[in-house]
T-cell receptor, first 115, second 116 residues
Framework: KAGVTQTPRYLIKTRGQQVTLSCSPISGHRSVSWYQQTPGQGLQFLFEYFSETQRNKGNFPGRFSGRQFSNSRSEMNVSTLELGDSALYLC??????????????FGQGTRLTVV | AQKVTQAQTEISVVEKEDVTLDCVYETRDTTYYLFWYKQPPSGELVFLIRRNSFDEQNEISGRYSWNFQKSTSSFNFTITASQVVDSAVYFCALSGMNTGFQKLVFGTGTRLLVSP
């Protein structure tokens, strides 16, 4: 069974540009979450999508957005990049059995460097 | 608010030693889940265990064991007879019913270095 796939693995962008990261969840998983990992702030929740709807959101500015497609694949977008957006962006998928929690499986991440 | 504290920033042991990673959590939820993840240098977070708030039974999986104590809000992780391959950063995480079960709140992680 294929795991969570994130593309690209590495990305270098210039301040002010925008970037789109992609995440393909494990087959059958309908919940996709995104996290930002930095040395200073650690792992922080960005948002979660379920059945094409944003179900939960972390404390990030509006420059960070996402969406989910009907096949559960998800993308996140960061506009007007700042140096502080340099981070490892991790995507996680889970089966989600309604009100119960199911464990989240993570991809290898996209390492974004803003110069 | 939810919070996870991993007070140990880095632990160094020699192979075959036992090591315990500490995790203390705070939550107002009565229904919540606790997790441990391992992050090797490749970056991927590898799921190790999930425990719900109603199940305080300790668990053992091979060399790994977990001790969940609601009375002290702790969920500690012990590796018995550590190996070099155990070297990684380990994260404890929490999710709760009121904040959303899929929203994981992570601790700052404990870097484990196992030398031969």
């Amino acid at each position: 069974k294929a795991g969570v796939t994130q593309t690209p693995r590495y990305l270098i962008k210039t301040r002010g540009q925008q970037v789109t990261l992609s995440c393909s969840p494990i087959s059958g998983h309908r919940s996709v979450s995104w996290y930002q990992q930095t040395p200073g702030q650690g792992l922080q929740f960005l948002f979660e999508y379920f059945s094409e709807t944003q179900r939960n959101k972390g404390n990030f500015p509006g420059r960070f957005s996402g969406r989910q497609f009907s096949n559960s694949r998800s993308e996140m977008n960061v506009s007007t990049l700042e140096l502080g957006d340099s981070a490892l962006y991790l995507c996680a998928s889970s089966w989600d059995r309604g009100s119960l929690n199911t464990e989240a499986f993570f991809g290898q991440g996209t390492r974004l460097t803003v110069v | 608010a939810q919070k996870v504290t991993q007070a140990q920033t880095e632990i160094s042991v020699v192979e075959k030693e036992d090591v315990t990673l500490d995790c203390v959590y705070e939550t107002r939820d009565t229904t919540y889940y606790l997790f441990w993840y391992k992050q090797p240098p490749s970056g991927e977070l590898v799921f190790l265990i999930r425990r719900n708030s109603f199940d305080e039974q300790n668990e053992i999986s091979g060399r790994y064991s977990w001790n969940f104590q609601k009375s002290t809000s702790s969920f500690n992780f012990t590796i018995t007879a550590s190996q070099v391959v155990d070297s990684a950063v380990y994260f404890c995480a929490l999710s709760g019913m009121n904040t959303g079960f899929q929203k994981l709140v992570f601790g700052t992680g404990t870097r484990l270095l196992v030398s031969p």
